[in-house]
């Protein structure tokens, strides 16, 4: 069995940690991994002057796959943008992928099987801001072009597909950004049509906030623009155990990184608090990604399991760090 290359990027804060964590889960599978590792974030920025490094770029495009944790950006750093995306952009990781799932424990509301599909790549992502006026006003881009919701809108579609999902809802605001999500709304419903067996639907961004809480389980895909993807994930998030348990995939045609949806968490960092859970899910998604989909299916198997037996960190009420948590699921395992 040839083994999959998997580049590491630990990040800043809890990220080293937390991939520490789900590393050694991957490690218990028998599957086989030839590991790398490289910098991105705060810490790399201080030492090199660059977050994202040309090195680790690399890295990743000659990895099969990634698994990323965090990282640190100082809001009040003039100049330093997050390389996360830049990471999404220059790979051009198209896709963001945020399934919630009900989860045993009171936390979580039930009956919910939800995955956001979030476009990665433009909105007012693009980064296009500045200010005119000596300052008093502040003007920025938002990019909505064909090609971007075509592709993203097929996401969507096979996702729905793949995980059997009852319909796909399109998420805008066209009412009022009639050009930009106007055109998101438009192309989306073209490509629905290629898909006569999924019902689809369109809502106001604004309706599906208020939707998610009202009754979340109406939901199956949810596919929307870059911002109001980022939003409405956190905000779903929330419905089934908050953002310990949040993982994400961002896909590209030619490489994916998958990664925890929280931040790193600098207070917690090296005190072995954080939940590693979001990881070790982000690690199943990376094995469906790989198409180890019946070993994908026994972590997420085991997570629940280790969830019904309190085998978790005190987010979730156990009394478990975050090495022994991630040890839980590799006992469940049947591992190491
Ligand atoms: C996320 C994060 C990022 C985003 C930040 C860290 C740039 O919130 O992955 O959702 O806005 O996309
Ligand atoms: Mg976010």
């Not at 790399?44 to 990634?66: F, M, R, Y």
């Not at 009171?106 to 099987?113: K, L, T, V, W, Y």
């Not at 296009?128 to 990019?143: C, K, Y």
């Not at 949040?246 to 045609?253: E, L, R």
Request: glycine share 8%.
């Amino acid at each position: 069995m040839s083994a999959y290359r998997i580049c590491l990027l630990p990040g800043d804060g809890i990220g080293p940690e937390v991939v520490g964590a789900a590393r050694r889960v991957l490690d218990s599978l028998p599957l086989s991994f030839e590991w790398t590792e490289a910098g991105i974030g705060f810490g790399v920025w201080q030492q090199c002057g660059n977050p994202l490094p040309d090195e680790t770029l690399q890295a990743i495009k000659s990895a099969h796959a990634t698994l990323f944790g965090s990282v640190t950006t100082p809001p009040d750093i003039a100049n330093y943008r997050s390389p996360v995306l830049r990471m999404r952009q220059e790979l051009d990781l198209y896709a963001n992928l945020r399934p919630c799932r009900s989860i045993p424990h009171a936390i979580s509301r039930p009956n919910i099987n939800l995955l956001v599909v979030r476009e990665n790549t433009e909105d007012l992502y693009i980064g296009r801001e500045r200010l005119e006026d000596n300052g008093n006003t502040a003007i920025g881009e938002m990019q909505i072009t064909r090609r971007a919701s075509e592709r993203i809108a097929r996401a969507a579609f096979e996702q729905a597909r793949l995980r059997s999902l009852n319909k796909v809802t399109v998420v805008h605001k066209a009412n009022v950004l009639r050009q930009t999500t106007g055109l998101f709304r438009r192309v989306a419903l073209e490509v629905a049509q290629e898909y006569p067996d999924i019902p689809v639907e369109d809502m106001l961004v604004d309706t599906c906030a208020m939707e998610l809480i009202r009754a979340p389980e109406q939901f199956g895909v949810i596919v929307t623009t870059n911002l109001f993807g980022d939003i409405l994930s956190d905000e779903a998030s929330m419905l089934v155990g908050g953002l310990g348990l949040a993982c994400s995939g961002n896909i590209g045609a030619e490489t994916a990184v998958f990664e925890p949806v929280h931040g790193s968490a600098p207070k917690m960092a090296g005190l072995d608090q954080a939940n590693p859970l979001a990881t070790i899910l982000s690690t199943a998604m990376l094995l469906d990604y790989l198409g180890e989909g019946e070993q994908a299916r026994r972590i997420e198997a085991a997570v629940l399991t280790a969830i019904r037996q309190n085998q978790v960190t005190s987010d979730l009420g156990g009394t478990l760090g975050t090495q022994a948590a991630a040890d839980a699921i590799i006992n469940l395992l049947g591992g190491n």
